[in-house]
């Protein structure tokens, strides 16, 4: 069983920045690749990021892109999504995500590509 624990959200003004992080833990932990989801109340869930763990290789929504930064720590289980230039239409629930096999069925950018969810982390951006 995989623990996925975001912290970092907050409160911050548009244009301002935030630094999400997300700890990975369970019994030897692995993963083929980590996404970042955010959901609005009343909205569908929505990709923001996505990393294959084993190369780094990054994907971002095109809403973010340019602003987000997707990166991890191997030896710590660890992602981090840096996000700069910050706007009102930002504010959601931020959700990690782990892939924990291949890129084969549902497409990255779909939830359930993903088989282990943290919590969320609140992040509020206000103009």
């Known amino acids: 069983q995989v623990q996925l624990v975001e912290s970092g959200g907050g409160l911050v003004q548009a244009g301002g920045s935030l630094r999400l992080s997300c700890a990975a833990s369970?019994?030897?932990?692995?993963?083929?690749?980590m996404g970042w989801f955010r959901q609005d109340p009343g909205k569908e869930r929505e990709f923001a990021a996505y990393?294959?763990?084993?190369?780094?290789?990054?994907f971002y929504a095109d809403s973010v892109k340019g602003r987000f930064t997707f990166s991890r720590d191997i030896a710590k289980n660890m992602v981090y999504l840096q996000m700069d230039s910050l706007k009102p239409e930002d504010t959601a629930v931020y959700y990690c995500?782990?892939?924990?096999?291949?890129?084969?069925?549902?497409?990255?950018?779909?939830?359930?590509?993903?088989?282990?969810w943290g919590q969320g982390t609140q992040v509020t951006v206000f103009s």
């Open positions: 990393i294959r763990w084993n190369d780094g290789r990054t």
């Open positions: 995500a782990s892939r924990a096999t291949g890129d084969y069925g549902s497409p990255y950018y779909e939830p359930n590509a993903y088989h282990y």
């Open positions: 369970g019994r030897a932990f692995s993963t083929y690749a």
